[in-house]
C-alpha cells in the first residue's frame, strides 16, 4: 500500500526542504525524503551545506578567526593575553553541535508545515499516468522500506566532491571536504588541490590555526572567475598571511603510506616536482548525485555530466517530474538551490516566478571575504562593452578603521551610456553582506546614480560601497 501525495521531494538539503516546505504552503499534501544519518543514526537533513559544507565550515573559519584574533591583533586593542592555545577537538564539537542544531531545525520546519519525512534511498519506481511510485530504503534508524505515490516529483539530491583519477578519497590521508572539516589535530604540511572556493577557504581556516599550507591549482590563473583585480589583491592578501599557491599545476601522480601523501606533479613550466603532505584536501568540483534514482529504468534524461536535464522551468524530460540544485546545470551554491525550490513548487501550483541566474550573488568566506555578482570587468573587455567602473579602498573607511580591517575595496561596473550597474565586486570585511547592495541594484536595474544618491548610514562598511558609486562619476567624498 502506497502513502499518497501531492508532491514528493527526494533530497532535503537547501533546495528540497525549501522546495517542500514552499508546497506545503502552498496547500500540497509533501513528503521528503532524505538518506542521510548523524552517527547515532538520526536524520541528517539539510544535504552537503548543512552537514559538511556551509554552515560547518563557516563555524570552523569562525573559531579559527577568533584564535588568530587572539593570537596575533588582540594587544592592538590593549587587550593583553599572555597565551593562547587551541583545542581541536573541542572546536570540532562546536562545530557538530551547531550542524546537529541546524538538523533538528529543518526537522522541527517539517513538521510544522505538516510535512511527512522519510529517512531513506529514494528512487523511481514505475509510472501510471501522470503519477509516480517511488521507493524508500531505509538508512539510519529507519527500518522499513516505503513505497510513494506522487503526482508531482522533485529531484533535488544535490553532488558529491570528484576524487583525482587514482586517488581516490580515504578521508584519512586523502581528503574531501567532509574529511577536512573534522581533522582532531592540525597538520603540518598541509596540501590542497584546487585553490577555488573550497580550497581557499580550507587553507585559510588550517593556515590560522598553524599549519603551513600549499594550494596546486590546475589552471593557469588564479582565482580566474572572479574580477581581476580582486583576484590579484586575493593573492597578495593570501600571500601575506603565509599560504603558498602554485597555478598551471598538472598532478601526476598522488601516493599515500602509512604516515604521509606524497604528489607528483608539473609545473607550470612542465618541470617535474615533488611534494609531500600529512593531509591532502582535493577540491577540483563536484559530480551530481543522480546514481540510485532508477533515472535509466524509467528514462529520466541525464547528460554527459550525469545531471538531470531540464529546461529553464527545472523541468525534467518526463511528465511531472521537476530538479532542482546541483543535480541540474548552473552554479552549484546552496542559495541558487533554495530558489529553484522555491520557484517549482509556485509552479507546481501555477504561478509564475523566475529565477536570474544574472543576480545570484558568489561568496568566497575567507578572510578578506570576497563576493561578486553580474559581470566583471574582463567579461566586459571581452565582449567589447562600453563601461565606467568606481573603486573604494576600505583603508579611507571609518568604520573599517576601526574594526581594524582595511584590506580590500568595492568595484562597480556600470553601462558608460545608461549608467546601469552591471557588477559589483568586493574584497575586504563583511563582503558577503556588501554584496546584497549589487544583488538588488541589478535585479531592480539601478543605476550607480541611484546608489550613489542614496542615504548610507554612518560610520558603516556600507558607506565604502556609496563612496565606490560615487567615485563612477569622479566625485568620492571621502579619497
Known sequence: MSDVFDVVVIGAGPGGYIAAIRAAQLGFSVACIDQAARRDGKPAPGGTCTNVGCIPSKALLQSSEHFDMARRHLSEHGIAIKSVAIDIPAMIGRKDKIVGQTNDGILYLFKKNKIRFYQGRGAFSTRDGN?????????????????????????????????????????????????????????????????????????????????????????????????????????????????????????????????????????????????????????????????????????????????????????????????????????????????????VAERIAGQKPHVDFNTIPYVIYTSPEIAWVGKNEQQLKAEGADYRSGRFPFMANGRARAMGDTRGFVKWLADAQTDCVLGLHIIGPCASELIMEGVIAIEFGASSEDIARICHAHPTLAEAVKEAALAIDGRTLNL
Not at 259 to 275: F, I, L, P, T
Not at 321 to 342: C, F, Q, T, Y
Request: charged fraction near 25%; proline fraction near 4%; glycine fraction near 8%.
Open 131 to 343: 503519477r509516480w511510485t517511488l521507493t524508500v530504503a531505509p538508512t539510519g534508524i529507519a527500518k522499513e522500506t516505503a513505497t510513494l505515490s506522487a503526482q508531482h516529483v522533485i529531484v533535488a539530491t544535490g553532488s558529491s566532491p570528484r576524487a583525482l583519477p587514482n586517488a581516490p578519497f580515504d578521508n584519512q590521508y586523502v581528503l574531501d571536504n567532509e574529511g577536512a572539516l573534522a581533522m582532531q589535530s592540525v597538520p603540518k604540511r598541509f596540501g590542497i588541490v584546487g585553490a577555488g572556493v573550497i580550497g581557499l577557504e580550507m587553507g585559510s581556516l588550517w593556515q590560522r590555526l598553524g599549519a603551513e599550507v600549499t594550494l596546486l591549482e590546475a589552471l593557469p590563473d588564479f582565482l580566474s572567475v572572479a574580477d581581476d583585480a580582486v583576484a590579484k589583491e586575493a593573492a597578495k592578501q593570501f600571500k601575506a598571511q603565509g599560504l603558498t599557491i602554485h597555478t598551471g599545476i598538472n598532478i601526476e601522480e598522488v601516493k599515500t603510506n602509512d604516515k604521509e601523501v606524497k604528489v607528483h606533479y608539473r609545473d607550470s613550466k612542465g618541470a617535474e616536482q615533488n611534494v609531500v603532505f600529512d593531509k591532502l584536501v582535493v577540491s577540483i568540483g563536484r559530480v551530481p548525485n543522480t546514481q540510485g534514482l532508477n533515472a535509466e529504468a524509467v528514462g529520466l534524461k541525464l547528460d554527459e555530466r550525469g545531471a538531470i536535464e531540464v529546461d529553464d522551468c527545472c523541468r525534467a524530460n518526463l511528465p511531472n517530474v521537476w530538479a532542482i540544485g546541483d543535480v541540474v546545470r548552473g552554479p552549484m551554491l546552496a542559495h541558487k538551490a533554495e530558489e529553484e525550490g522555491n520557484a
